[in-house]
């Protein structure tokens, strides 16, 4: 029998009706933009979505798996089991009502292991904030390649998006050495 959820209206359009399934923040972040009005920003949205996308890992109806290419960490959600066992009603989340789901299966951490989670929650967010900030990077670059009399303004753009990367790739690196995971490498912008 399947247990009925309530889901965010974004979350439900993007998963439940467009069925997307292993996919980035980024692709997630693209098909809101495309589907809805209601986001203009590219980051608000992808905020946005990366906090609904953490509520589903949280609940267990989406999974994280960490993809490395060359050095390169690509994140990729999944749908899950208890996705498939679920069936969600789309919530508006200005009327959405408090509901309190199980969270993974399992007994509760012991509060020495509270911190672990918590730090893992940030470094994701750090990582998230890292790519998209070395993407920007990357395409101010290449647009000042297209349009050479933009140079000096997207130059601004781009070194403030090389400034953010470094402060951000810091934050990371402290949370896997903390963590005692292995310090990932970025390709520079």
Not at 48 to 66: C, E, G, M, P, S
Not at 83 to 108: E, H, W, Y
Not at 119 to 130: G, P
Not at 165 to 176: D, P, R, T
Request: proline letters at 2%; hydrophobic letters at 35%.
């Amino acid at each position: 029998m399947s247990q009925k959820v309530n889901m965010n209206v974004f979350l439900h359009s993007l998963l439940v009706i467009k069925q997307m399934n292993d996919f980035t923040v980024i692709e997630a972040r693209d098909a809101l933009l495309q589907n809805n009005t209601e986001f203009t920003d590219t980051d608000v949205a992808r905020k946005y979505i990366y906090r609904q996308l953490l509520w589903a890992v949280n609940h267990d109806f989406l999974k994280r798996t960490d993809h490395f290419n060359d050095g390169i960490k690509k994140v990729i959600y999944s749908k899950t089991e208890t996705f498939s066992c679920s069936k969600f009603i789309p919530v508006n989340r200005d009327k959405k009502q408090k509901q309190k789901l199980p969270r993974k299966v399992g007994t509760a951490k012991p509060k020495t292991e509270n911190y672990k989670a918590q730090l893992e929650k940030e470094l994701m967010i750090y990582e998230m904030d890292l790519n998209a900030s070395i993407e920007e990077a990357k395409e101010y670059k290449h647009l000042s390649t297209r349009f050479p009399e933009l140079k000096d303004k997207l130059q601004q753009h781009h070194q403030q998006a090389k400034d953010q990367s470094i402060q951000l790739l810091g934050k990371v690196h402290a949370l896997q050495k903390l963590l005692g995971y292995k310090i990932t490498g970025y390709q520079s912008c």
